[in-house]
Structures are given as C-alpha cells and as structure tokens.
T-cell receptor, first 111, second 111 residues
Framework: DVKVTQSSRYLVKRTGEKVFLECVQD?????MFWYRQDPGLGLRLIYF???????EKGDIPEGYSVSREKKERFSLILESASTNQTSMYLC??????????FGSGTRLTVV | TQLLEQSPQFLSIQEGENLTVYCNSS?????LQWYRQEPGEGPVLLVT?????EVKKLKRLTFQFGDARKDSSLHITAAQPGDTGLYLC???????????FGGGTRVLVKP
C-alpha cells in the first residue's frame, strides 16, 4: 500500500515561530500537495509540486513556503506562524491523473 | 465560492436507510473522485469516474458521473454505522492533476 507519512499528528507553536511540517511518501509519486482543512471552508490547496525542486502556488500560498529537494519528501514551512494558521494540514501524493493518497494530517495550533 | 457544491452539508439517518449525496458544478471536469474521511484521519479515495454517464458500484455504494461531466452523485444502500464520515467529491481538470474539492457532506448513520 502507498503510504504518506506526516511527521507530527499534533503540534503547538507560538506566534512568530518558524514551523516545518514534513511529509514523506514511499511509492515514487511525482506529484505532492499540501492542503489545509478548516470547518466550513473544506480543503484548500496551499502549494503543490509535480517534480523535484519544482513548486507551484495553490489557492492560498500567503504565509507559506515549500521545499522539495527529494522526490519522496515535500516540506511545508510557515515562515512566521500566526494564529490564523491554526488548522489541520493534509499532505497528499499521486501519480499523474490518479487519485490522491493522503497522510493522516497534522493538527497545528498556534498560540 | 466553491467550484464544486456538495449537498446536503449534513445527513443523519438510521441504520438500514438509503442516502444520496450530490456534487454539482458549472464547470466540466475530466474526472471526478470521491473520498471518505473519518475523524482525525486523512481522506481515503473511494472511486474515480472518468466517462460522462459512468456508473460504478463499490459494494453498497453507487457512484454516477453526469452525462456532461459537471456533476456526480453517491448513493448508499442500507447504510451502516461504518459508513459514518465526511464524504468529499473532487474534480480534476484536463490540464494537470490538481484537484478541486467540494465542501463535503457529513454523514451520520445511527445504529
């Protein structure tokens, strides 16, 4: 089975901290995605990547950056965490034109 | 504004009843996917429909893609408590693999 592993299930960070969310997939998928999920707003795409060292902005990239140095790893970076970035963060990977495999999510609380 | 509108937003039924969830858009999608998400977990892919008018069955779940590839429905027959969860539809455009998600339908099946 394809596995997408997110490094933390729960995180609590302080306002202004730099936060790293890590995501690793083990099936050689070229595509990787970061979403946030909030009640009433659904899943919103932050950033995605179709290849190593490649990244594209999604619908809500402000306040975030990403890094994809290796094919299996896609990191989401909150440059200076703010309370409005408290959310459930979901990483996903896929082959082209195929369904997504999601990780279990990281619930981030910024205080 | 959601490109994909799901209805209803919430559905509570008794075990053994049938239910239908709708996913509608004014846009045409090359494919449409359905996911189920349980609390504290990431969404899990249930099915992908590609051809207009296509019907797919997965045990007690029946998925249909509209003829114009703008809408889809999910029908559950004789629902069981294990069907409880958040159901998400997601559409892919012809270019690329980026998915647009609907807002979700939360289904509660009471024993």
């Amino acid at each position: 089975d394809v596995k997408v592993t997110q490094s933390s299930r729960y995180l609590v960070k302080r306002t202004g901290e730099k936060v790293f969310l890590e995501c690793v997939q083990d099936m050689d998928h070229e595509n990787m995605f970061w979403y946030r999920q909030d009640p009433g707003l659904g899943l919103r795409l932050i950033y995605f990547s179709y290849d190593v060292k490649m990244k594209e902005k999604g619908d809500i990239p402000e306040g975030y950056s990403v890094s994809r140095e290796k094919k299996e790893r896609f990191s989401l970076i909150l440059e200076s965490a703010s309370t409005n970035q408290t959310s459930m963060y979901l990483c996903a990977s896929s082959l082209t034109r195929a369904g997504y495999t999601f990780g279990s999510g990281t619930r981030l609380t910024v205080v | 504004t959601q490109l994909l509108e799901q209805s209803p937003q919430f559905l509570s039924i008794q075990e053994g009843e049938n239910l239908t969830v709708y996913c509608n858009s004014s846009s045409v999608f090359s494919s449409l996917q359905w996911y189920r998400q349980e609390p504290g977990e990431g969404p899990v892919l249930l099915v992908t429909v590609v051809t207009g008018g296509e019907v797919k069955k997965l045990k007690r779940l029946t998925f249909q893609f509209g003829d114009a590839r703008k809408d889809s429905s999910l029908h559950i027959t004789a629902a069981q408590p294990g069907d409880t969860g958040l159901y998400l539809c997601a559409g892919a455009r012809a270019a690329g693999n980026k998915l647009t998600f609907g807002g979700g339908t939360r289904v509660l099946v009471k024993p």
